[in-house]
């Protein structure tokens, strides 16, 4: 069936080294990613985006590439700090006819260790 | 400016029981999009609302239903409770539907909802 899913259900890494949040997709007709990022007992909270038509898009610490070819897409967070400890989610947007809403993955949990 | 306000923040209720949840999104966003968060688990997409109308709905029984009120505000309910309605039922808005454009969604931080 249809789904977004990670390939790691949790990661743990040092402070300051870099971290990768995998994500697999499988609807090909989707056309817009989002990783959100989701702390303790808040809502989540939107990291960055991507369009199909990108391979690639960079923030600030963080960058987000796509693999169309393979329908997976990663989250790059360079020099890893505390406060990245999180759960992070992949969404994908798919469409239902005419209109779409974003489907979320299961999510993977971040610990950054000191 | 007020990002997503969700009300009560806690609510136990018991099977059978009837649950409404609240929602107002940030000034100036038409779309309110309603999210199930069972523990351990991912977002499930329950309903989407913009200007008023449902415009898509995830794959959830008739109990679940909502509304949008023409300040854009939403309301959430949940008939005949089950032990396994329990999660946290996040609400997020938008300035436009995400329908063919891109479109962030601004959460709030959920209200987390007991069935016992």
């Known amino acids: 069936g249809e789904s977004v899913g990670l390939h790691l259900p949790t990661l743990s890494v040092q402070e300051g080294d870099n971290s990768i949040i995998n994500c697999a997709y499988s609807?090909?007709?989707?056309?817009?990613f989002i990783w959100y990022k989701q702390e303790s007992g808040k809502g989540p909270q939107f990291i960055i985006d991507?369009?199909?038509?990108?391979d690639k898009r960079q923030g600030q610490r963080v960058t987000v590439l796509l693999n169309k070819t393979v329908k997976h897409l990663s989250l790059q967070i360079a020099a890893t700090q505390p406060g990245d400890s999180a759960v992070y989610f992949c969404?994908?947007?798919?469409?239902?006819?005419?209109?779409?809403?974003?489907?979320f993955g299961k999510g993977t949990k971040l610990s950054v260790k000191p | 400016e007020a990002g997503v306000t969700q009300s009560p923040t806690h609510l136990i209720k018991t099977r059978g029981q009837q649950a409404t949840l609240r929602c107002s999104p940030i000034s100036g966003h038409t779309s309110v999009y309603w999210y199930q968060q069972a523990l351990g688990l991912g977002l499930q997409f329950l309903l989407w609302?913009?200007?008023?109308?449902?415009?898509n709905r995830g794959n959830f029984p008739p109990r679940f239903s909502g509304r949008q009120f023409p300040n854009y505000s939403s309301e959430l309910n949940v008939n005949a409770l089950e032990l396994e309605d329990s999660a946290l039922y996040l609400c997020?808005?938008?300035?436009?539907?995400?329908?063919?454009?891109?479109?962030?969604?601004?959460f709030g931080e959920g209200s987390r909802l007991t069935v016992l």
């Open positions: 609302y913009d200007e008023g109308e449902e415009r």
């Open positions: 991507i369009r199909s038509n990108m």
């Open positions: 997020a808005s938008s300035s436009r539907g995400l329908a063919g454009i891109t479109g962030e969604l601004f």
């Open positions: 609807n090909s007709a989707s056309d817009y």
């Open positions: 969404a994908e947007n798919r469409y239902g006819g005419s209109q779409g809403n974003l489907i």
